[in-house]
């Protein structure tokens, strides 16, 4: 059972440009929600992470959006450069130790 | 670069053999976490190890097992591989076991293995 569904799949945009990329949960008893960055041949990387009783989060050029009634979060990706090709993940993590991924998302951005 | 290493890098088994990966989590950090990535999926997480003792586990069978060692390493077992065993798995410390309190997790860049 898919418990967290990510889209799109894949994503072009230009340098400059915002990508956004989203996540949708179903469990409620996830309480904590990170975004991963993971380039080829490396391990995933923490790059944002949000809880349930914050709305966004900002750091730097990235954000994290939080709706916790429709059970959806996404990454923004402000001033989008090539240096941020790269897949990205989001999960969702439960208190009980057990967390859930998303499939990523190809994130290519053109100079 | 995070100081969490794992061994090997590539493996290649045929199915029915056993299989051990190695991890050497990060410098002061307690617990490790195991997941499995299949091609063009996000990682599963397997279980979880803090301070040698099993603190959570996913959705895989007792085939899959592990240890802690008292420096804070760690091994992956599968017994009895089989072609869907095909994945890259990654290990991941921490400086806890407790996630919603916000402890980063630092993967390692993973060990690909293939099963024949």
């Known amino acids: 059972q898919q418990q967290v569904k990510q889209s799109p799949q894949s994503l072009i945009v230009q340098k400059g440009g915002i990508s956004i990329i989203n996540c949708a949960y179903e469990n409620t008893a996830f309480d904590y929600f990170p975004w991963y960055q993971q380039f080829p041949g490396k391990g995933p990387a923490l790059l944002i992470a949000i809880r349930p009783d914050v709305s966004e989060k900002k750091e730097g050029r990235f954000t994290i959006s939080f709706n916790k009634s429709a059970k959806q979060f996404s990454l923004h990706i402000m001033d989008s450069q090539p240096g941020d090709s790269a897949t990205y993940f989001c999960a969702a993590y439960t208190n009980a130790g057990k967390s859930t991924f998303g499939d990523g998302t190809t994130l290519t951005v053109k100079p | 670069e995070t100081g969490v290493t794992q061994s090997p890098t590539h493996l290649i088994k045929t199915r029915g053999q056993q299989v051990t990966l190695r991890c050497s989590s990060q410098?002061?950090?307690?617990?490790v976490s195991w997941y499995q990535q299949a091609l063009g999926q996000g990682p599963q997480f397997i279980f979880q190890?803090?301070?040698?003792?099993?603190?959570g586990r996913g959705n895989f069978p007792p085939r899959f097992s592990g240890l802690q060692f008292p420096n804070y390493s760690s091994e992956l077992n599968v017994n009895a591989l089989e072609l869907d065993d095909s994945a890259l798995y990654l290990c991941?410390?921490?400086?806890?076991?407790?996630?919603?309190?916000?402890?980063?997790?630092?993967f390692g860049p993973g060990t690909r293995l293939l099963v024949l």
């Open positions: 190890y803090y301070r040698e003792e099993e603190n």
């Open positions: 991941a410390s921490s400086l806890g076991p407790d996630r919603r309190g916000g402890e980063t997790q630092y």
């Open positions: 410098s002061g950090h307690n617990t």
